[in-house]
């Protein structure tokens, strides 16, 4: 038995296959875990728009935020930037993973010999495009 196993380690063609099922199984599992930070980080924004809500809904001047370990009381202009500012950092962090992520995908695909997906690597217009050409949203001009 231990003759085989050699025998198999020693011959190059399996080197290769199980070198090729080690790089797609590492990209693979490199591209789940970051999908599954793009999860985390979405509950984490939902929360602070659920903070957010909240905070929308006190009368008071102040509230109470909790900072780590801690509750602060602080005013709610304050805590409102600092919801807005985490909630930006989170989006912000979001776009960047989502980036990679599509080369990632494409270096698995290249990696099993797949083609490239078609199309997924196009980018949405932005405002300022979109404004251009008139179809804004609020817009009089719509091209049918």
């Known amino acids: 038995m231990a003759d085989i196993l050699n025998s ?3 011959d190059k063609g399996v080197n290769k296959v199980l070198k090729s ?3 797609s199984e590492e990209a693979a599992e490199d591209i789940l875990s970051d999908r599954g930070l793009i ?12 903070a957010s809500r909240a905070i929308d809904r006190e009368a008071g001047d102040k509230v109470w935020i909790l900072n780590g370990p801690f509750f602060v009381k602080m005013e709610t202009k304050h805590a409102k930037e ?9 989006s912000n962090e979001v776009e960047s993973i989502r980036n990679k992520l599509k080369g990632k ?25 979109l404004a251009v050409l008139g179809t804004t949203p609020g817009s009089k001009v719509h091209f049918s």
């Open 8 to 10: 198999l380690t020693n």
């Open 21 to 23: 099922l080690t790089e």
């Open 39 to 50: 999860v985390e980080l979405e509950k984490r924004k939902n929360a602070l728009r659920e």
């Open 82 to 90: 600092l919801i807005r500012r985490d909630t930006q950092n989170i």
């Open 105 to 129: 995908v494409d270096k698995l695909r290249d990696i099993e010999s797949e083609p490239s997906l078609k199309g997924f690597n196009l980018v949405p217009l932005s405002r300022n495009e």
